[in-house]
């Protein structure tokens, strides 16, 4: 698919079909995660991916939402602090921004393969670290459900590009 086409019918999906995601699929969409450019190529990020059979209640503490479960999987995309560029002018750290380019790829790829996502931001943190046993140092950015949709998308409402972009200064 031309990437025009797969960004425009992208969307987040909300009902998953039970059929698994073929390992070619999902080491397909993994792999779109790792060539994900980050801050000086410094890659600060864990992808965990969770099979949701046999463990709908346990990763239902993460986001409560039936259709989170649906899906076969649910791929946690985790920052490491200390392993992220840090900008020498004011100490900012890329973790987050590196985090949600990685997310992007590996949601755009799965798109491109049929696959849907949706992703989550307004997680419970502190049953997301405790569930994926993460270190102190790692912290869940995002999660998205991967597998087939059993929905289809609603109208794509967006700003116009005239509300969203300033050209020379503010």
Avoid at 43 to 62: C, D, N, S, W, Y
Avoid at 86 to 103: G, K, L, P, T
Avoid at 104 to 116: M, V
Avoid at 144 to 163: H, I, Q
């Amino acid at each position: 698919m031309e990437y025009s086409q797969l960004i425009a019918q992208r969307y987040s999906v909300r009902a998953y079909r039970p059929d698994p995601v073929e390992d070619e699929k999902l080491k397909q969409v993994l792999e779109a995660a790792r060539l994900a450019p980050t801050a000086a190529n410094r890659q600060p990020f864990q992808l965990v991916v969770m099979h949701t059979a046999g463990r709908k209640e346990e990763l239902g503490r993460i986001y409560r939402r039936e259709w989170f479960v649906q899906a076969p999987i649910i791929i946690a995309v985790c920052a490491v602090s200390s392993q992220a560029w840090v900008r020498e002018s004011d100490r900012f750290n890329a973790r987050m921004i590196d985090a949600a380019i990685v997310a992007d790829h590996l949601i755009l790829a799965a798109a491109d393969l049929g696959l849907g996502t949706c992703w989550i931001a307004a997680f419970n943190v502190a049953a997301a670290r405790e569930v994926l046993g993460l270190p102190e140092d790692v912290e869940p950015v995002i999660f998205t459900p991967l597998g087939y949709p059993a929905d289809s998308a609603g109208p794509k409402v967006r700003k116009p590009l005239e509300e969203l972009v300033r050209y020379e200064h503010w």
